[in-house]
């Protein structure tokens, strides 16, 4: 949390230092910034007079993409993470170090390394910014609580919809997964596996089971060329279904 300081101007970052969130500590502190920076209400001594502070300002995080937000903190919670990820993975050094490679479990390894950062947010960093039709789908109990698509992606008809079932032969591997990779490189699924609202077709999937978070999270690539064309207008299409979270 970003809390202010109780006895004059000033702020503090609080964190969980427990090792269970390594790789998350560093997206926290830089989110928590990121607030700092964008969020923070101009504290002077005036607001110190009776000896202690007379504003009710505290920034209590949850994590990344959390259901729990209220629509209100949404767009907060999102500009902090925005600031965080581009302050954490440069994106001429990331895509410098994923230059030529195929996606894989080694290189998403390498890269939440190097930015000390979780996977979830190594993934979709590489979402935003890759050029080749992919998205990804973070998911519980076989239904996706949220997902992304990347920018080809989405302009050929792929986007995730949050609730939408896992494909269950999906399930079943995560649920008898231990916890990790389910597969060292991206199996295929041929078409009719995994559907989306414009069809299904022939994909190449990761997925990763935490058992920490209770999520799963699928890499999914499609090929280059899209299996349908359409020509209607993207913009169109209802762009709340990619940001939309779970609700309860
Ligand atoms: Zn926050």
Request: charged fraction near 25%.
């Amino acid at each position: 949390m970003l809390r202010p300081h109780s006895k004059r101007p000033a702020w503090h970052i609080v964190y969980n230092d427990d090792p269970r969130y390594d790789g998350r500590n560093r997206f926290t502190m830089a989110h928590e910034l990121g607030h700092y920076q964008l969020h923070r209400p101009v504290l002077t001594e005036q607001n110190y007079r009776s000896g202690a502070l007379d504003t009710d300002t505290l920034f209590q995080c949850k994590p990344m993409q959390s259901n729990a937000w209220r629509e209100s903190e949404q767009q907060r919670e999102e500009e902090a993470d925005t600031f965080a990820s581009f302050l954490l993975m440069p994106i001429d050094d990331y895509r410098a170090q994923v230059s030529g490679q195929n996606m894989s479990a080694e290189m998403l390894d390498h890269v939440t390394d190097r930015y000390g950062v979780s996977l979830t947010a190594a993934a979709l960093k590489w979402i935003e910014f890759t050029d080749t039709r992919a998205a990804m789908v973070v998911s519980r109990d076989g239904f996706a609580l949220w997902g992304r698509a990347s920018k080809s992606a989405y302009k050929s008809g792929i986007f995730v919809r949050s609730g939408m079932a896992l494909p269950e032969l999906v399930t079943r591997e995560i649920d008898s997964s231990s916890r990790g990779f389910l597969s060292d490189t991206p199996v295929e699924r041929p078409k009719g596996v995994w559907f989306f609202s414009r069809g299904s077709e022939t994909l190449q999937e990761l997925t990763l089971r935490s058992e920490f978070l209770d999520i799963s999270i699928s890499i999914l690539q499609f090929q280059a060329t899209p299996f349908l064309t359409t020509d209607e207008d993207p913009s169109d299409w209802d762009t709340v279904d990619q940001f939309n979270r779970v609700s309860r």
